[in-house]
């Protein structure tokens, strides 16, 4: 009952408030929200005769993804250090939309990865490029997303877990690589390489619980860094890599939990990633994932099964398929307005997938035609569970070559 | 993203540079078949292909040093990039205030970029002089004031070198402009929480200066927030501040029906029930009915939230009448 459409007449009268008093923040949501005032209506009126409606254009999506795994224009050239996140980013799209590319190509990739192997351990962002957190995690996704036995003995774990030592600070940190920033991405990033890979040590990890906490405010999210303000993709980092470390008792749950709900857009029905600030599709994920892993927290606290996630399913599917749709050339956005491309495509869909199956028990809840269905990911990983479940067993079968010196 | 060189009709290509002709190119490695190729430019491609050979050389020298400056021009999201340039610095003896300056440029034109706001800093750090931090991250911050490099730069920088001194004054102005300002709200808290301390005087004046702002406006989830922030360090809790109790109750009377406000008294609740202090504002029975008016009402969004929420307080409530009803027995 609470998982059903809104109609426009709802939406329509949750617009913003100014209270008289117009600032930069209200101008720029009153502007968002007319716009998407007008998608809506629009929309309300087609789905008038196509009771299908909405619809969501797979087969575009999925020729788009196929081409950008193999080339991709110019205005590209900014991700230039970002090339293994674009290989996970369409993989993992490619594999919610249940259309993976065909073993020659996912062999090609696994080739193309490991150019990206750095000797020194983990993956550049490129073939040459220093070893980065974020360009590995992004590679063990991929790896684990293909999964193939090519693709687990490409990678070297035992450099790969001497190049986690080396972002490692003592204070249980993570800079991103090494002479970089750190923040709660590094910490993020390393925890989940190292747990699919079977690269963790208490050691490794010595404090980092500690440290992640010490990056939830008083709002109640996570921010990158102690001190900084919360945001809904460090809160999914701090809180899935506690989670990971199995120390979610270190943190404030239903503080996190009321601000994560918080986070939902009235009107809009997507996320927004801070107080105050605009909808984007990409916190479809960023926040819609830490909901699950909420639930899971709950249910092991207070011993009594929460099946459910609690923000508002059918109002996020709304947003992603309406307003963040790019037609008729396919792919995902931030914002009526913006330029599609492969980032916001891979956590738009992601975070679609979260507001189908929720906590992943009982039955999904499906806006639109049922096709419209995705498959389900590990809301810790954001790769589909059995394939993270077949990485992770596949690695601790095979332990790797050196044991951690520690 | 950077212009591509095509336009750029002064633009001499690394290969047709004589003093360069002792290097050869290093094209990127791609493997026997296409995977994420990007379509670069030719002045992307062959400036990279240069900064590949010299990384492969390890040359340390000054048109190195210059080549990074191309390199990262044309994507100054380039890690590497910007980690041998460091390198060079270091190995040159480069002067670095000229650095500072360059990487100045660099943040104006990319704001919003994690490398070159690290880059800025280490540089800060070598020489040991945040001088120009403030204005530099008031500059970007002027231009967005949401910026979180800018203000964790910021923050960095005050938190290093002490230079909390006019900050509550910059704060202040941000707030003044747009009260919805989260990331001013933030700033806010992190000078007191690290600078002013929370002495009793000091959460009853952040008290006083966020009410006068919900006052302003109702609907303003920042100065909430901010509001609980403060009050996590008022030794009587959330619920033992008579002035904010009674303000919340005062705005409630007057028919106010801000999410943000039920919120708070339920927040009250909450705290009263678990310290056993429940009266008759602040008690499950109330929390019920408002997390029922916000499920149905005035925060429909979040329904199945606040309906979460009501089934908790409704054990509550069945606990509070279980206890009254024993008391009634006692008694008689």
Redesign the interface.
């Known amino acids: 009952m609470e998982n059903r459409i809104r109609c426009y007449e709802e939406i329509s009268s949750e617009t913003f408030d100014t209270e008289n008093v117009v600032t930069d923040s209200s101008s720029d949501q009153v502007d968002v929200e007319a716009v998407i005032l007008k998608i809506f209506k629009q929309f309300e009126k087609s789905a008038e005769i196509e009771p299908e409606f909405p619809v969501i254009r797979k087969r575009v999506h999925c020729q788009l993804l196929k081409d950008y795994l193999r080339t991709l224009p110019q205005k590209y050239e900014c991700l230039d250090a970002s090339r293994t996140w674009i290989v996970y980013w369409v993989l993992h799209s490619l594999s919610l939309l249940n259309d993976m590319p065909d073993a020659e190509t996912l062999s090609d990739v696994v080739k193309f990865l490991t150019l990206c192997q750095h000797d020194d351990g983990g993956y550049g962002g490129g073939p040459g490029q220093y070893p980065h957190l974020g360009t590995t995690y992004a590679a063990v996704n991929a790896l684990s997303i293909i999964g193939t036995e090519e693709a687990y003995n490409s990678l070297d774990r035992s450099s790969l877990q001497k190049f986690l030592w080396t972002v490692r600070d003592v204070d249980g940190s993570f800079a991103l690589h090494k002479g970089g920033e750190q923040d709660i991405r590094g910490a993020y990033c390393a925890v989940s390489i190292a747990k699919i890979t079977n690269t963790y040590t208490d050691a490794l990890f010595d404090k980092t619980a500690e440290w992640i906490v010490s990056c939830q405010t008083y709002e109640g999210g996570f921010a990158g860094c102690p001190g900084m303000e919360a945001h809904g993709g460090y809160a999914f980092c701090g809180i899935a890599s506690l989670a990971l470390l199995n120390k979610t008792h270190l943190c404030d749950v239903d503080a996190l939990l009321r601000w994560c709900v918080n986070r939902q857009m009235r009107l809009e029905g997507g996320f927004q990633g801070r107080t105050n600030k605009l909808v984007d599709g990409c916190y479809s994920f960023w926040l819609g994932a830490a909901f699950p892993i909420i639930s899971a927290i709950l249910s092991q606290e207070n011993k009594e099964l929460l099946e459910t996630v609690l923000f508002n399913q059918g109002a996020l599917q709304e947003y992603v398929i309406i307003c963040c749709q790019a037609l008729p050339g396919g792919g995902f956005i931030d914002k009526p307005g913006k330029h599609r491309d492969v980032y916001h495509t891979c956590y738009a869909l992601s975070g679609l997938s979260v507001a189908q199956h929720g906590t992943g028990a009982g039955d999904p809840f499906i806006v639109g035609r049922p096709s419209n269905e995705l498959n389900r990911i590990h809301p810790l990983y954001n790769v589909a569970p059995h394939l993270a479940y077949n990485a992770v067993h596949y690695f601790i079968r095979h332990p790797p070559p050196v044991k951690d010196k520690n | 993203?950077?212009d591509?060189g095509d336009s750029d009709v002064a633009w001499t290509y690394y290969k047709d540079r004589p003093e360069w002709n002792d290097v050869t190119p290093?094209p990127?490695?791609?493997?026997?078949?296409?995977?994420?190729?990007?379509?670069?430019?030719e002045k992307?491609v062959d400036v990279?292909d240069y900064f590949?050979a010299v990384?492969?050389n390890n040359e340390k020298s000054e048109r190195a040093l210059h080549l990074t400056k191309d390199a990262v021009e044309?994507?100054?999201?380039?890690?590497?990039v910007w980690?041998y340039r460091?390198d060079l610095l270091k190995a040159l003896g480069t002067d670095l205030r000229s650095e500072l300056d360059y990487v100045e440029l660099v943040i104006k034109n990319s704001p919003k970029n994690?490398?070159v706001?690290?880059h800025r800093?280490?540089l800060v750090e070598w020489l040991q002089d945040p001088s120009q931090e403030l204005e530099l991250t008031g500059d970007a911050l002027m231009q967005d004031?949401?910026n979180?490099h800018a203000?964790?730069h910021r923050?960095w920088a005050i938190?290093t070198f002490g230079l909390y001194e006019k900050e509550m004054d910059f704060v202040d102005n941000l707030i003044t402009?747009?009260?919805?300002?989260?990331?001013a709200w933030?700033q806010r808290?992190?000078i007191v929480?690290?600078h002013l301390g929370w002495s009793d005087l000091n959460v009853q004046r952040e008290i006083c200066y966020t009410l006068e702002k919900i006052k302003?406006?109702?609907?303003?989830?920042?100065a909430w927030?901010?509001l609980?922030?403060v009050l996590?360090h008022d030794k009587r809790g959330l619920s033992g501040n008579a002035v904010v109790t009674s303000f919340c109750e005062e705005l409630y009377k007057n028919k106010c029906r801000s999410p943000y406000l039920l919120?708070f008294i339920i927040d009250i609740c909450d705290e009263a029930i678990k310290k056993g202090e429940t009266n008759c504002l602040h008690n499950a029975t109330r929390a019920v009915e408002l997390c029922q008016a916000l499920a149905t009402k005035y925060?429909?969004?979040?329904?199945?939230?606040w309906?979460?929420m009501c089934e908790k307080f409704k054990k509550a409530q069945q606990e509070e009448e279980n206890n009254k009803e024993k008391a009634a027995n006692m008694d008689e």
């Open positions: 993203m950077s591509s290093v990127e490695d791609e493997g026997p078949n296409l995977v994420v190729v990007i379509a670069h430019s992307f990279y590949r990384l492969q044309l994507n100054p999201a380039n890690y590497t980690q460091r994690y490398q706001w690290h800093r280490v004031p949401k979180y203000w964790q923050q938190k402009d747009d009260v919805r300002n989260n990331s933030n808290y992190f929480n690290n302003f406006i109702k609907n303003n989830e920042s927030n901010y609980k922030g996590i919120a925060d429909k969004i979040r329904s199945k939230y309906n979460y």
